[in-house]
Nanobody, 126 residues
Framework: QVQLVESGGGLVQAGGSLRLSCAAS????????MGWFRQVPGKEREFVAA????????YYTDSVKGRFTISRDMAKNTVYLQMNSLKPEDTAVYYC???????????????????WGQGTQVTVSS
């Protein structure tokens, strides 16, 4: 079993920055990929970024490339999402997720992720 706990959300003005953290516990993660997704009311959960725990390969959705950076601290079993140049359209509940990634085609599919955190609200004001 894997437990994921997000933190770091909040209210920020457009152009500002936030860093989300996802602390993972419960088992080893060498075969896992860790992802960040976001969701606004009435819309489907959207892929934001992912990182392979072993190797550190990163993946991003186009709308956040150049603004967001995903990273991991293996000693702390923690994944981060550094969000810069935030826009009002980035407002959402952000979720951390984990999967044993068997295909790159699954990296952006929420259904491929087995474990989820409780979510943290990010609000960007204009």
């Amino acid at each position: 079993q894997v437990q994921l706990v997000e933190s770091g959300g909040g209210l920020v003005q457009a152009g500002g920055s936030l860093r989300l953290s996802c602390a993972a516990s419960g088992r080893t993660f060498s075969s896992h990929a860790m992802g960040w997704f976001r969701q606004v009311p009435g819309k489907e959960r959207e892929f934001v970024a992912a990182i392979r725990w072993s190797g550190g390969n990163t993946y991003y959705t186009d709308s956040v490339k150049g603004r967001f950076t995903i990273s991991r601290d293996m000693a702390k079993n923690t994944v981060y999402l550094q969000m810069n140049s935030l826009k009002p359209e980035d407002t959402a509940v952000y979720y951390c997720a984990a999967t044993i990634l068997t295909s790159l085609a699954d990296v952006g599919r929420s259904a491929a992720y087995d474990y989820w955190g409780q979510g943290t609200q990010v609000t960007v004001s204009s």
